[in-house]
T-cell receptor, first 115, second 111 residues
Framework: DAGVIQSPRHEVTEMGQEVTLRCKPISGHDYLFWYRQTMMRGLELLIYFNNNVPIDDSGMPEDRFSAKMPNASFSTLKIQPSEPRDSAVYFCASSSTGPKNTEAFFGQGTRLTVV | SQKIEQNSEALNIQEGKTATLTCNYT??????LQWYRQDPGRGPVFLLLIRENEKEKRKERLKVTFDTTLKQSLFHITASQPADSATYLC??????????FGSGTQLTVLP
C-alpha cells in the first residue's frame, strides 16, 4: 500500500479564496483524521470520521471549515473563505479498528499558505 | 480535560549516549500512550505504544515506560545516533481512537 496520500503537497492562495485539501486513506482503514499543525499550537485534531461518518468535529475552528468523506477511499477538507491565519500544515491520518491497531498512519501533509 | 505535556525545550546529546524524553499527562490515565517521530517536512511516524497496565515496552534501541503514579511516560533511545535527530511526539488515545498530541521535543544527536 502506498500509505496515506494527500494532495496537493503545497498550496498558496490569496485571502478569500476557497481551498480544498484531499486525502486518500490506507485501504481497509475505517478511521480518518484531519489534523492541523502550527508552531504555536502543535498538532490539533480538527475532525475525524469512522466508516465515512463524521464523529467529532469540535476541533473545526470555524464555519469556514468543512470536511466530507463521500466514500471509504476519499476525504476532503475545505476552507471557504480562506484567511492568513489558516496558514499551517494540514495532515490526514487513518487507522483501523482492532485491539492492536490503534496507531495512526499519517500522510505527508499539505502546506497551506494564505497571503 | 485531559492534557498532555512534553518538555518543549530542545534536547541535545552526544552520539552514543542515551536520550530520555518526558511526557506528562493530567487527570486520568489514558488507556494507551503512543510515541511518534516527525522529521522536517514529513508526517509523524508511529514508533511505540504502551498500555496503561504495562510498565515498559521495548523495540530495538527504543524503550518506553509508563508510570501511572507519576502520570508520566519516559521515552529512551539508547546508543543514540545522529540519524535519531528529529521531533518526538507523545499522544494519548481517546475513547474513540482519536489521538491528542503533546507539543513534541526536538532531539539533536551530535556526532
Amino acid at each position: 500500500d502506498a500509505g496515506v496520500i494527500q494532495s496537493p503537497r503545497h498550496e498558496v492562495t490569496e485571502m478569500g479564496q476557497e481551498v480544498t485539501l484531499r486525502c486518500k486513506p490506507i485501504s481497509g482503514h475505517d478511521y480518518l483524521f484531519w489534523y492541523r499543525q502550527t508552531m504555536m499550537r502543535g498538532l490539533e485534531l480538527l475532525i475525524y470520521f469512522n466508516n465515512n461518518v463524521p464523529i467529532d468535529d469540535s476541533g473545526m475552528p470555524e464555519d469556514r471549515f468543512s470536511a466530507k468523506m463521500p466514500n471509504a477511499s476519499f476525504s476532503t477538507l475545505k476552507i471557504q473563505p480562506s484567511e492568513p491565519r489558516d496558514s499551517a500544515v494540514y495532515f490526514c491520518a487513518s487507522s483501523s479498528t482492532g485491539p492492536k491497531n490503534t496507531e495512526a498512519f499519517f500522510g505527508q501533509g499539505t502546506r497551506l499558505t494564505v497571503v | 480535560s485531559q492534557k498532555i505535556e512534553q518538555n518543549s525545550e530542545a534536547l541535545n546529546i552526544q552520539e552514543g549516549k542515551t536520550a530520555t524524553l518526558t511526557c506528562n499527562y493530567t487527570n486520568y490515565s489514558p488507556a494507551y500512550l503512543q510515541w511518534y517521530r516527525q522529521d522536517p517536512g514529513r508526517g509523524p511516524v508511529f514508533l511505540l505504544l504502551i498500555r496503561e497496565n504495562e510498565k515498559e515496552k521495548r523495540k530495538e534501541r527504543l524503550k518506553v515506560t509508563f508510570d501511572t503514579t507519576l502520570k508520566q511516560s519516559l521515552f529512551h533511545i539508547t546508543a543514540s545516533q545522529p540519524a535519531d535527530s528529529a521531533t518526538y511526539l507523545c499522544a494519548y488515545t481517546g475513547s474513540a481512537r482519536q489521538l491528542t498530541f503533546g507539543s513534541g521535543t526536538q532531539l539533536t544527536v551530535l556526532p
